[in-house]
């Protein structure tokens, strides 16, 4: 028998946004169907993507939960050890010929940890797949009410904890700016200074979402899951 077919197989699963109702139910089943869980952080029923599939699948509880600590931190080999850690974790229990599901906010190719993972263990011969979810920036665009794009406008998706420098919003079209919040006064300096009309969510779909609808209305001080939509003006008809 072909030892590859032997091991498990890691599916990295997006939850959706917040709302438990957004959650797929290809999600669900794999969660109901499998006994392992890898969840990110140091005490698995602590972190939000757990929170909301324990909501859709209550049956979580029971499953065997495993914390999957990554820290963010910036020093490379710290980041580097860490993912080779998770990793290490993760093909134990492949190993034993049990598949893992590995909780991850949103969906699973969007600036996501696990696809860190993901690529070690490929590289280790181990079958991997993603399952997508609900994006944050599509959730937010909904519940502000506005589509991303229209007709032949452009979309951009960025970290803006990398892009605050001058002409970071060069291109045409619209932009979506994730992981503001650490430097969220330069972000809006740059936003305000950029005419582009500006509406942003924070922790979006979830019990304390709150939204805004101007540069001005978001706080310094807004929390990690604040997500910004900068759309270029209309031109009047009038």
């Known amino acids: 028998m072909d030892e590859k077919k032997q091991k498990g197989k890691a599916y990295g699963v997006g939850v959706g946004p917040g709302d438990p ?10 969660i109901r169907e499998n006994d392992v869980i890898a969840v990110p952080g140091k005490v698995p029923k602590d972190a939000v993507a757990y929170k909301i599939a324990v909501q859709a699948v209550p049956e979580l509880a029971d499953k065997e939960l495993v914390p999957v600590y990554m820290p963010m931190v910036r020093d490379r080999d710290v980041i580097s050890e860490s993912h080779a850690g998770a990793a290490a974790l993760i093909e134990s229990y492949l190993d034993s010929g049990r598949n893992v599901v590995y909780l991850t ?19 280790d011969g ?29 979309l951009h998706v960025m970290p803006a904890l990398h892009n605050t420098h001058e002409g970071a919003l060069e291109w045409p079209g619209n932009y979506v700016l ?14 305000s200074a950029s005419g582009y009309d500006v509406i942003a969510a924070e922790n979006c779909s979830m019990e304390n979402e709150k939204l805004y609808r101007s540069v001005d209305e ?19 008809s009038i």
């Not at 906010?105 to 590289?123: K, V």
């Not at 994730?178 to 936003?191: G, N, T, W, Y």
Request: glycine share 4%; charged share 25%.
């Open 21 to 30: 109702e957004l959650m797929t139910l290809k999600a669900c089943r794999l």
């Open 105 to 123: 906010l949103g969906d699973s190719t969007i600036y996501c940890t696990f696809s860190y993972i993901q690529h070690i263990l490929e590289a």
């Open 126 to 154: 181990y079958d991997v797949e993603l399952v997508s979810g609900i994006p944050s920036f599509c959730a937010a665009a909904a519940r502000l009410g506005t589509s991303l794009t229209e007709w032949n406008e452009s």
């Open 178 to 191: 994730m992981k503001s919040a650490s430097r969220m006064p330069e972000v809006k300096k740059m936003l």
């Open 218 to 236: 978001i706080p310094d001080d807004a929390g990690y899951f604040t997500l910004i939509i900068a759309r270029e003006k209309k031109e009047s």
